[in-house]
């Protein structure tokens, strides 16, 4: 079975500094990896995603992710956090099946 | 409407009525998909659809719970005899096709609250 452990309930940053929030996940074969962010009122928007080749991605609103299959992990990173990012954030895996399993999500506190 | 509409925003409902939620997907989007988000929970699976048919309903907690797609666009999800276990924003999904490589566009979510 897939899982995803997001350990970081809460994470606060200040304005313009830099922003890990980490993902764990646990699958048997390679897996597809997302990272979603969700704003009050609003669905759940696609940040980045992994399937296969460069393990740093790329994604929306200066996000990036770096997937390491040694520590099982897919990390998501930002260098610079501004106010706007203050949501709440969702890792997820999926693998054979095409649903997705997520995290329970990390919630991010943007100090000015 | 450019992204997946779902109404209504909110449903206040006492325990053992009966509840249905909408979901309109993006246009064309032939997969669809159901999920309950339960307060400081990600997002679970509820049901998928691929056109008209249920294609995956491993998710659907009891046979309280059921879905339609009768034209392969909008969609319903039916609660029957509500529990205030199930209280939790319900959120749909679309994509273009079935796949994780297909991007699943979410809509904003229907917030019930059983009393």
């Known amino acids: 079975a897939q899982s995803v452990t997001q350990p970081d309930i809460h994470i606060t940053v200040s304005e313009g500094a830099s922003l890990e929030l980490r993902c764990n996940y646990s699958?048997?074969?390679?897996?597809?990896l997302f990272w979603y962010v969700q704003s009050p009122g609003q669905g759940l928007q696609l940040l980045l995603k992994y399937f296969s080749g460069d393990t740093l991605v790329q994604g929306i609103k200066g996000f990036e992710a770096e997937f390491k299959r040694s520590q099982s992990s897919f990390n998501l990173r930002k260098p610079s956090v501004h106010w706007s990012d203050a949501a709440e954030y969702f890792c997820?895996?999926?693998?054979?099946?095409?649903?997705?399993?997520f995290g329970r999500g990390t919630s991010l506190i943007v100090h000015p | 409407g450019a992204g997946v509409s779902q109404t209504p925003s909110n449903k206040v409902t006492e325990k053992g009525k009966y509840v249905e939620l909408r979901c309109d997907p993006i246009s064309g989007h032939t997969a669809l998909y159901w999920y309950r988000q339960s307060l400081g929970q990600g997002p679970e699976f509820l049901i998928y659809f691929q056109g008209t048919g249920a294609a995956d309903d491993s998710g659907l907690p009891n046979d309280r719970f059921f879905a339609v797609r009768p034209e392969g666009s909008v969609s319903t999800l039916k609660i029957q005899r509500t529990e205030r276990g199930d209280s939790a924003v319900y959120l749909c999904?679309?994509?273009?096709?079935?796949?994780?490589?297909?991007?699943?566009?979410f809509g904003p979510g229907t917030r019930l609250t059983v009393l």
């Open positions: 999904a679309s994509s273009s096709d079935r796949g994780l490589y297909n991007e699943q566009f």
């Open positions: 699958y048997g074969a390679t897996p597809y």
């Open positions: 997820a895996v999926g693998g054979g099946s095409y649903i997705p399993t």
